[in-house]
């Protein structure tokens, strides 16, 4: 991943499927807040190989998979997106 990213669907696809992370620690990846990721910092070989070689024992699989359902289904997505329309057309009403 480029240090300057959008939405990282590649991360959210991986945990949902309950596979390992192991991430740089750039802000695109931090801001999704996933449990038991394993960050390392950018263009630290050894850091990423540390990371690497821990992820064998990974209890947080069931948990990404979750918190991706929770925070970044489309039903979630659906209703984030119905409250932000609400509230704009809410403030854009005319006092009476």
């Known amino acids: 991943a480029g240090r300057q990213e959008g939405m990282p ?3 959210l ?3 949902y499927c309950g596979l390992p992370l ?3 620690a750039i802000a695109p990846h931090k801001s999704l ?3 038991g990721v394993r960050y390392f910092p950018p263009e630290d070989a050894d850091a ?3 990371a690497v070689m ?3 024992d990974d209890a947080y699989a069931h948990r ?3 918190t991706v359902l929770r925070r970044f289904s489309l039903a979630q997505w659906t209703r984030d997106v119905q409250t932000r329309l609400l509230a ?3 403030a854009e009403r005319p006092e009476k």
Do not use: K
């Open 9 to 11: 669907y590649a991360v």
């Open 88 to 90: 704009q057309e809410s």
């Open 54 to 56: 821990q992820t064998q």
């Open 33 to 35: 807040a996933l449990p």
């Open 22 to 24: 192991v991430l740089s």
């Open 48 to 50: 990423l190989l540390r």
């Open 13 to 15: 696809e991986a945990a």
């Open 64 to 66: 990404r998979r979750e």
